[in-house]
């Protein structure tokens, strides 16, 4: 029953990881995208995506450990330095922002 409860717990702490760290950089690109694309008339669109989902993805790279409770972010500014804890590194996300960075640069130099 244990083993089961574990399993569910660890898929479940695996989707909530995959939404965070790509769904929402790429949802929120897109927005970004469609704001930017909605008041100037861009000559290379998808060079301008793919540099806002590289900068994002890039930025979702790293994520700051926090604790519990509703105070996360003063625990992490005040206390997190006595219990020695470090951002978390997610490498997709960092070679998938580099790799969209170099498509954009790329296109939006070819056009």
């Known amino acids: 029953m244990n083993e089961e409860k574990d399993k569910r717990e660890k898929r479940r702490r695996a ?11 790429l949802v929120s690109g897109v927005v970004i995208w469609l ?3 909605s008041r100037y008339q861009l000559n290379c669109p998808i060079s301008v995506l793919l540099n806002i989902e590289g900068t994002l993805l890039l930025a979702f790279a790293f994520s700051v450990p ?3 409770g509703p105070n996360r972010i003063k625990w992490w500014l005040y206390e997190s330095m006595d219990y020695g804890d470090t951002p978390s ?4 996300n960092f070679y998938l922002g ?3 960075l ?6 939006g130099a070819v056009q």
């Open 102 to 107: 170099l498509i954009g640069l790329i296109s």
């Open 15 to 25: 989707i909530k990881n995959v939404l965070v760290r790509f769904c929402l950089p």
């Open 98 to 100: 580099i790799f969209a």
């Open 89 to 92: 590194f997610s490498y997709p």
């Open 35 to 37: 704001v930017v694309q």
């Open 66 to 68: 926090v604790g519990t």
